[in-house]
């Protein structure tokens, strides 16, 4: 796994290496999937990425996008954060070591890194002897703005 440090046009070429080697064409629709990952700072689902890239590519299908980011999670190249309450599946493109913070209200993704994870991810390898190749650690819970609806 690369440092936290990793450029978005290096994430790109990680994604369409990945594409390569499971046999899938680079085509220019893929490619554009891999450059919105790439520059995402949100949490897509397949039908953000579809129709964020549609107009500009019209033969790029719906399916086309979840088979390439299936294809991406399979690899691990992106996490899965899954379904938040909205009943659509989210990927997480940040490779980094890092928790999830979901909003129970407002279905709002927001990604929170802190050293004392890779203490605990180091920890948890050394107890356990596993080979640890990646961790998902998700919260629930009410945002701020959502938090302040709520007050009179």
Known sequence: MRKNTISKDERVKDFVQGLQQAGLRVTSGRLAICRLLAQSTKHPTATYVYERLHTDFPVLSLATVYNTLNTLLALGLVGEIGDVG????????????????????????????????HMVRRRIAQRSGYQLRGARLVFYGVCPKCAGKRKP
Do not use: F, G, K, M
């Open 86 to 117: 909205n009943h659509q599946r989210h990927y997480d493109p940040n490779s980094n070591l890092h928790a999830n913070l979901v909003c129970t209200n407002c279905h709002q993704i927001r990604d929170l890194e802190d050293s004392d994870l």
